[in-house]
């Protein structure tokens, strides 16, 4: 199994819809959680990160992590086509080593 | 502050020959990795260093993948020889201590092609 698992298929969304992604992990000592958004021919950045479990919420994105269930969500409200973008999740044990999700393609239609 | 800066940003080179591709951290970070991307297996941590000293090298597909962190302001990571499996996007990230939450600000990404 791995360590974190997030399905990499495409997603389309017209434009003004909810965009929901999501990943499992297997790991149960992971306290940090994250999402990049890496746009095409860039570097990923960071977007938001959360510790433990909880939600958070910045903007138009919330993020949110379950860690009875090992599963983590990122929500974009109102999306805009500048939101198209690859999103991966990332997590960790305190500063040790960040184990990445394989990222999700999202294409917001104007 | 011009964040990680990485290059060459593109590289096209023939199988065998020798591959060295750039880092600088940004200043006043003490952490630094080496990831390399593709479509097939994401993101993977090749190396990182803590303080200019490789702390785990797991990561390094084999011998003929290395890399330096001679000082604080500067890395290379060099393949030789190199394959067309080596084909990928190779990322340099940096952290601060003060980040806090394990966070790492990625560079731009070089972007290699081995034929």
């Known amino acids: 199994q791995k360590e974190v698992e997030q399905d990499p298929g495409p997603l389309s969304v017209p434009e003004g819809a909810i965009v929901s992604l999501n990943c499992t992990y297997s790991?149960?000592?992971?306290?940090?959680f994250m999402w990049y958004r890496q746009y095409s021919r860039k570097g990923p950045e960071l977007l938001m990160y959360t510790y433990s479990s909880g939600n958070k919420e910045d903007g138009r994105f919330t993020a949110q992590v379950d860690k009875s269930s090992k599963y983590i969500s990122l929500f974009i409200r109102d999306s805009q086509p500048s939101d198209s973008a690859t999103y991966l999740c990332a997590m960790s044990v305190g500063n040790n080593r960040l184990a990445f999700g394989k990222g999700n393609q999202v294409v917001v239609i104007p | 502050d011009a964040g990680v800066i990485q290059s060459p940003r593109h590289e096209v080179t023939e199988m065998g020959q020798e591959v060295t591709l750039r880092c600088k951290p940004i200043s006043g970070h003490n952490s630094l990795f080496w990831y390399r991307q593709t479509m097939m297996r994401g993101l993977e941590l090749l190396i990182y260093f803590n303080n200019n000293v490789p702390i785990d090298d797991s990561g390094m597909p084999e011998d003929r993948f290395s890399a330096k962190m001679p000082n604080a302001s500067f890395s290379t990571l060099k393949i030789q020889p190199s394959e067309p499996r080596d084909s990928a996007v190779y990322f340099c990230?940096?952290?601060?201590?003060?980040?806090?939450?394990?966070?790492?600000?990625f560079g731009a990404g070089s972007r290699l092609t081995v034929l």
């Open positions: 790991n149960s000592a992971f306290q940090y």
């Open positions: 990230a940096s952290r601060g201590d003060s980040s806090g939450a394990n966070v790492l600000t």
